[in-house]
């Protein structure tokens, strides 16, 4: 009789330990929630590791064999998703794992696109639609002329950024978008900075903003905002705001990345949020972890501020805080 191993699902108690070991960098901060969406890009190989186990009988040899394979699969599937995440690629990895060429200058590109204050008169509201993708960004109102300035330098071979707008009864709409080319593979953000100003401060105005691994920064001093609408993939936002710059209503959705968002302190805030596998926090201080009890928190001086934000917040496996300052 043909000697049978006992069955046990080594595939799957490795798999736990895969995800468990991933869930405890992120809690301990050694590495960001901004891994999972590149964990993700590999799930076929998950599929085709169960389809092989379901093909061969469970004997010995062919259980230890599987055993090993799962566990390189798991080990080299963590490692090139964080060298696609960090852009920091071991001395192996570079074979497997396809980088832009930062250092040929033919495909260099710095450009400026505007969108200048005498092109439109009688705006009345502003809509800014940004599409960041995976590139770095930093948008600021430090520069006060034109309706949109948009300095960039990235490599062409690999983003297409565009701006587009149109006036319809009084509302201006400014479309920002860095597409990738379909037939290319982008692994990491490095040299592909975009530096967007917004002038017209006076000009109420709505932001829409999409980010997926990428990492942007958006300060406001005196931008007059009516609504602000994020949706974070893997990557990293930080929005700080003054005063003269808090909106109506922030509306986040959190995948695996993360936000920070910096308000003074005299403002009142209530965050209503439907939570994942992540966290809330505020000054440091954890309010809802893991699928926590609760939809809803205020702020302390809410019922007595004279400012007050609104916050909705969804939030999967990544993280939100709130810092005052």
Excluded: C
């Amino acid at each position: 009789m043909e000697n049978k191993f006992p069955k046990k699902d080594f595939g799957g108690a490795i798999f736990l330990l895969f995800l468990g070991t991933i869930f405890l960098l992120n809690t301990t901060g050694v590495v960001d929630w901004g891994i999972w969406l590149h964990i993700l890009k590999f799930w076929p190989v998950f599929l085709i590791l169960w389809g092989i186990r379901l093909v061969f009988e469970g004997t010995k040899i062919t259980e230890i064999i599987m055993t090993i394979a799962t566990l390189l699969s798991y080990l080299l599937v963590g490692l090139l998703a964080y060298s696609s995440y960090t852009n920091q690629q071991d001395t192996f990895l570079k074979y497997f794992v396809i980088t832009p060429r930062t250092n040929d200058t033919e495909f260099n590109t710095e450009e400026t696109l505007s969108v200048l204050k005498d092109t439109y008169k009688d705006v009345e509201k502003r809509i800014l639609d940004i599409d960041i993708a995976a590139s770095k960004a930093t948008i600021s109102d430090d520069r006060e002329t034109n309706y949109l300035e948009v300095d960039g330098n990235y490599n062409k071979m690999y983003v297409e950024p565009s701006v587009q707008s149109k006036l319809t009864d009084g509302e201006l709409t400014i479309l920002f978008d860095t597409v990738f080319p379909k037939n290319r593979m982008y692994w990491g953000q490095s040299n592909m900075d975009f530096n967007l100003y917004v002038g017209q401060p006076t000009v109420l105005t709505d932001i829409i903003l999409k980010l997926g691994a990428g990492d942007t920064t958006l300060t406001f001093d005196k931008l007059l905002l009516d609504n602000i609408a994020a949706k974070i993939g893997a990557g990293r936002l930080a929005l700080d705001l003054s005063d003269l710059s808090i909106p109506k209503n922030i509306d986040i959705e959190v995948g695996a990345g993360e936000m920070i968002l910096t308000i003074p302190k005299g403002i009142g805030y209530e965050i209503d949020y439907v939570l994942g596998l992540g966290e809330i926090k505020v000054d440091g201080d954890q309010v809802a972890v893991f699928a926590g009890e609760g939809t809803s928190y205020k702020s302390s001086n809410y019922d007595k501020a004279t400012q007050k934000l609104t916050i909705d917040a969804k939030v999967g496996v990544g993280a939100f805080s709130i810092v005052t300052k």
